[in-house]
């Protein structure tokens, strides 16, 4: 039994019981998501709801090709909605826009420009009124945060994929938004820089105090990162299955999250409910 983290129970839910809505960053409400296909339409999402709050580090699992993605890109704006609707802070989000920043599996960075140039581009966007002095300041202040302070001129083409993915998460971070949506970061990087890469989420996360939502398909990710856990019911018409509350006290170490009574029986929660 670990002395660093309270034992509490673990309390999952089916209801999406709703919370007070001053709590509430993001709502989404009957949600449905029509794919044309040749075969047919393809009714991918179907009256999913789900509230997010304030402050709150959600992670989403489900089986592959459920629908997740699809999700998250509505979230993004960047995905039309078929059903229902989706509010940023009570508000119907209309498309796209700097309130929400997102980071994928892959970067995307433009490969012929520096670091400090990729970030900039979406700082200069959001922030025009900013001094040239200023958005630079702001670019830098993220891509050191991110462990890349030697590297502001180095051209994106040159970094590894850790380092394009620490630009990735500067970029998201330095637009200042108000929900980061993550479509599985860590996919594509070995476990040593995985880990890496979630103590420096974690940690700009905890300062900045935005909300974030991230798909992994790692079950162990999940939990360490998480408040909740949403799990999605297979395709199609894939809606929230459960919600599992992660009770441990931040900031976390891995080492005592591992040894805590109650990280085995999250996981199996986790594991059974992906099984069956
Ligand atoms: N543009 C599209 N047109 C038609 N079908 C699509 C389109 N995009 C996704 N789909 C289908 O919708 C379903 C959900 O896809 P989505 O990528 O959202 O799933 P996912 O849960 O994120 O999968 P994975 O875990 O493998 O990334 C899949 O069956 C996919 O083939």
Redesign the pocket.
């Known amino acids: 039994m670990s002395t660093i983290l309270e034992n509490k129970t673990t309390k999952s839910h089916t209801d999406n019981g709703l919370f007070p809505s001053n709590d509430v960053m993001l709502d989404l409400k009957k949600l449905k998501k029509v ?1 044309p ?1 040749p075969k047919g339409d ?1 009714v ?1 999402l179907e009256d999913l709801n789900l509230q997010i709050k304030k402050e709150e580090f959600v992670t989403i699992i ?10 998250l890109s509505m979230i993004a704006g960047l995905n039309p909605i078929s059903g229902g609707n989706i509010s940023v802070l009570g508000k119907y989000i209309k498309g796209p826009g700097p309130d929400r920043g997102v980071i994928f599996q892959a970067p995307s960075l433009m490969p012929w420009m520096t670091s400090l140039q990729n970030v900039l581009l979406g700082v200069n966007k959001v922030f025009p009124h900013a001094t040239k002095g200023e958005r630079h300041d702001i670019a830098k202040y993220y891509l050191q945060k991110v462990g890349l302070e030697g590297a502001f001129i180095k051209k994106a083409s040159e970094l590894s994929q850790g380092m394009q993915q620490r630009v990735g998460i500067a970029r998201a971070f330095a637009i200042k938004p108000k929900v980061l949506l993550l479509d ?1 970061p860590f996919g594509m990087l070995d476990s040593l820089t995985r880990g890496e890469l979630q103590d420096i989420l974690i940690e700009i996360w905890n300062k900045e105090k935005i909300t974030a939502v991230m ?1 992994t ?1 790692d079950v162990d990710e999940a939990i360490f990162l998480a408040d909740r856990v949403v799990m999605m019911t297979s ?1 199609p018409k894939a809606k929230i299955g459960d919600i599992l509350n992660i009770d441990f006290e931040r900031p976390r170490t891995r080492k005592a999250v591992l040894e805590h009574d109650d990280y085995y029986k999250y996981r199996k929660h986790l594991i059974d409910f992906l099984e069956h």
């Open positions: 794919y296909t393809y991918v489900g089986h592959s090709g459920c629908g997740k993605t699809t999700m599985e798909i398909h395709g």
